[in-house]
């Protein structure tokens, strides 16, 4: 570190902040900030395109998944929202809390397994678990508001969020544990995936036990 | 050998169809705009390879553009009506439910069939090759088991997408964002900064900045995995392990989990947290973050423990 160390890339988180913290589109703050940064580490316009232009092509695997759209929307028009909402509406002891308990539990698993596509916000929340404890919110409390509605659904996305994130990392061959893996082995230290695997376990449990002592609250 | 360049004709086709079936409809506000952004991303992905970086720049500028003036916008998708999806709960019942079984079924079989297939399939993306198989085969059986028009799988694909809107170009972006940060050498400015932040010979303030650094960087890089060699290279090596006699494993694999708390906290991770409350229809684009904050807070709470009390003999 020297007074000479430019700051100015920097600039782009600057710009993530401020333009996160006012609500701006998330895209354009996301252009201004590719700019910000690029152009503050001495880039030119056209090189800070090219940058923005390579990555974006090189990271269309994170727009695959959009593929299961289709197939939701026709379990939709088959009326599946409705099915698993008068199911629910018929089983009283499934509280929305139970639904989320059951849900986080199951994710969390088939993470730790190394399934973590099995569900998802498009697959498995979207048409079936957040129709399920809405369902099961309005029979439990008819009059309930339409922002309890809303926090409920947020609930459930966050509860696979949660579930995700706290199960993955017992499975070995996820790409965090190898980034580890690979990280500490270019500073010269040998590890195996299972010894960095076995420490997920404590937090797994623990967010369970966090997470879960939420839903169990949940109104 | 099937991987990724299949997949990405086989997406590119998807959003291709989007953009045919805006065009065609007639009632869509906007719908010449919402045609180019779908269009734009389906070249993308059917013939990106040929427009150069450059031209690939050009391409995200456009698309973002075309967000911003109101793109992709909703337009009337043709769907079943209320009353024709009573008649069929009524008739299915809970079989209703079995086509919701194919996607995760195909994803659960191909990560443990297809790499057995000998060269047949790319060992390397065996999951998402999974997912396209499993959403090809559900559509196919559901195409044939409810009998709608054809057009059915477009269009309703094309009403859900509608529904996330423009947040669907947002994962793929910010990704990218990385890429340029990375470029930039941010990572490498904030990792020689991070360590300036701990007081001399203290082990819990260390371990603080560890993990608080951890959980803030990908708060503002959307990814733990982009705030992991940076804070490891910056505190959890130097530091933590060289310093204070730490063990890598520990700090390694628990710092790791309390960057992933900063991602349930960042409006950066789209992909978890702004996509699902377009997917949702929430009225709160930050409804989401707004549930699992005090779940994130607490987990971070206890990974700097764990950290504290275990990395250390």
Redesign the interface.
Known sequence: ?TDA???W??A??AI??IG?AL?A????V??A??FG??L??G?GV?E?????????????????????????????????Q???R??IARTRAATASRILLFYMALRQITAAL??????G????????I?PMVEAAAIRDDPAITKESR??I??????T???GL??GE?IFLAI???L??KG??EG?G?I?QPL???V??I??AI??FL??GF?LWRLK | MIG?PE??T??GL??AGWAVATLLDRQHPRRWRAAAFWGG?AA??LV??R???????????AL?AL??SGAPGKGRPA??TEP???R??AR???R??L??L???GV??GG?FLLPRLGGLVDPKQV??I???L??LI??AV??I??R?PAS??????????EGVG????????????????A????GD??G??AP?AIPEGSRLAAVLAFTGGMALFTM?MGN??AA??VM??GIG?PVL?AGMDGN???V???G??AG?CG??LS??A????????A??E????Y??I???W??AV??WL??TA?IWGFAFK
């Open positions: 570190m160390t430019n700051l890339p920097l782009g988180i993530v902040v996160f609500r589109n998330p895209l354009a996301v252009v900030a590719a940064s690029g503050g580490a880039l056209s800070v395109i090219a940058a923005l232009g390579k990555a974006f092509h090189q990271n269309r695997y994170v727009s695959v998944p959009w593929l299961v759209l289709p197939v939701i929307g026709l379990m939709e028009r088959a009326g599946l409705e099915q698993a008068s199911l190394g399934l973590t596509h099995v569900a916000h498009p697959q498995t929340v979207r048409p079936l957040a809303e926090k659904k947020a609930m459930a996305a966050a696979d969020n949660v994130f706290f990392d790409a965090s544990i980034l580890i990280f500490l500073a230290i590890v010894e960095l695997s420490w997920a404590p937090t623990a967010a966090v997470h939420r | 990724l997949l990405y086989l997406t998807v959003f991303i993308e992905f990106g390879d427009f150069g970086d450059f031209g690939n720049g050009l391409a995200v500028l973002v967000a911003l769907t079943s024709e999806r009573q069929q709960t299915w019942g809970n209703l439910f086509p919701a194919i996607v995760p994803a659960l990560t999951t998402l999974s997912l396209g499993g959403a559900a559509t559901l195409l088991w409810f709608p059915a799988a477009v269009q309703e694909g094309r009403r859900l997408a423009w947040a669907m170009i947002l994962p793929q972006l910010l990704a990218s964002l990385g890429a340029v940060f470029v930039a050498g941010v400015i904030v020689a900064l300036l503002l733990a995995f992991f060699p490891m290279g090596l392990v890598p494993v520990v390694g694999a628990v790791m989990l992933f991602t349930l409006p950066m789209a992909n978890f947290n702004i996509v699902p409350a997917l949702l929430l009225s709160d684009r409804a989401v707004k549930a699992q005090p779940t607490a987990m206890f990974n764990m």
